[in-house]
């Protein structure tokens, strides 16, 4: 319990300063996914190169977004929920960001030209969870309409076990089908990016959950 | 300092949650670990991977309850803790049970049918280690035993160390004998996840001894 | 906004506990760092491993710094800043020590003599950061000269990234040029305990830059 829980009964929320922060940083982990999704389905590597050059300057534009709540969090005594669960938010969110980054930086570095199946199918995972990680964080502004954040919560840890499943079958099936180690080491290091992405996400749902509960 | 430490001066600390819920999934722990090693010593694959599957089925029983723990913190606002601290020692134990699951679910999926002698050690070391887990949780209730705990996070942190030397020890031995890399790989992941099982319990230890020492 | 921050107007803090413990662990990375670097550039294969088993001794004496920090903070009712900051900023100390020496100890343990270029540089690097962490953390005890704590802080985060920068492509030509996948995955497990260690040292300026903030 902090002060802060105590405080919002009589102090009026600043809520003006983080909620336009959130969603800049969840729009931003959108647009990095359509991006990773649009230069995975490119077959000219051409393209590919380009789009995953953007992908690595909206990183850099979301470390800025972070950085921000991470200030804001220093100079506002009042937070519209608890601190902890603002800086665990942010910092989840930027976690996504780093791996739908990392895993477009590790196809480009490793010359990954032919991706497989399961990356394909886990980008489109990772667009779907950044999706309903948007829409919740937009919820999140009034908490008006729980039940929109609580099914966007639970549709996102749906994906991320999906995300699960997939990779520990393409895994499986490298060491059981491919026989060049190096190319076994270099397609895992690419779908475990694409896959903690997902996790990310969840870790995101799980602070927003527990802002949900505390404030029912 | 937490506005808990001042009221639990004052308030009755309501204890008959959390408690009983900290048994379940410490208990929980203790079943899984203790199906890992019947599976690693049995040589009938069959045996093997129906043990494989409970432990699957444990590792979900397990996410309920934690997810239980996480629900009644946002509830409740008098814990017999610090907040932080029941929702650290929770995710512990919760990753104490990921990676018993994790170690298994390679085994299976991987086709890792010759267990390795460190495979069997370090899942020894595992159920050694959630023994004391479960002890010392047991304890905290009432705080009446504090040795008993203390002693239990000492032996937790023992058990680290000696899983950590086998690890490395085993991870040098495949490079220096083992010369199939996708072996090598795999049996790495193993390894690595029962070794992190171990460092959960420590990470478990750590947040009882801080509980120790604030409610000393 | 925990209690501290209203405290700490009428309350005379205690730092007398907190900041020798930093400075003692800070002073201890820097000189694991200045043994690492000197270990890397020994052609002489006994030398390196005398100076690497003397980093291996520093590691617990690390150890053994930070255990105290955590029970001053279990035993002090008022901080020179947010609990979860020392927490935070003990935990990144320590981490930073423990992935020294985990570099350390795969080059022993996995034989690789002939230390590599990037290897050589991140060692360099790892130096570099951990001095500025010593900086920084001197200069927080009386927090008069924030501009040099700041200063420190931007170099660690510029140093992080040139280590990143050296860690991708190093892996990326590992994949490109060396056709041993033994060898890629042991370089690989080296090159990325030296990584972490500079994102260690980030972590640990991200908590003094939210320390400044929160302070200014």
Do not use: W
């Amino acid at each position: 319990m902090s002060l802060n829980s105590i405080f919002q009964y009589f102090v009026p929320k600043d809520q003006k300063i983080f909620f336009p922060l959130f969603e800049q940083a969840a729009n931003n982990v959108v647009t990095m996914a359509t991006v990773l999704v649009e230069a995975v389905n490119s077959n000219n590597l051409a393209t590919r190169e380009e789009l995953f050059k953007q992908i690595d300057k909206l990183e850099h534009k979301g470390d800025e977004i972070t950085h921000q709540i991470y200030l804001e969090l220093g100079k506002n005594f009042i937070t519209p929920f608890d601190r902890e669960d603002i800086h665990a938010l942010a910092s989840a969110v930027d976690d996504v960001a780093d791996n739908i980054q990392g895993s477009a930086n590790r196809m480009l570095l490793y010359r990954v030209e032919e991706l497989s199946d399961p990356m394909l199918k886990l980008s489109d995972l990772v667009l779907q969870a950044v999706n309903d990680l948007e829409k919740a964080i937009r919820e999140l502004k009034d908490l008006k309409n729980v039940r929109a954040i609580a099914d966007s919560c639970i549709r996102i840890n749906s994906v991320e076990n999906q995300a699960d499943y997939i990779f520990d079958r393409a895994v499986a099936d490298l060491f059981l089908y491919e026989k060049d180690a190096l190319k076994v080491i270099k397609h895992k290091e690419i779908l475990s990016a694409l896959e903690t992405a997902t996790d990310m996400c969840e870790d995101a749902a799980n602070v927003m959950e527990s802002i949900l509960v505390k404030n029912a």
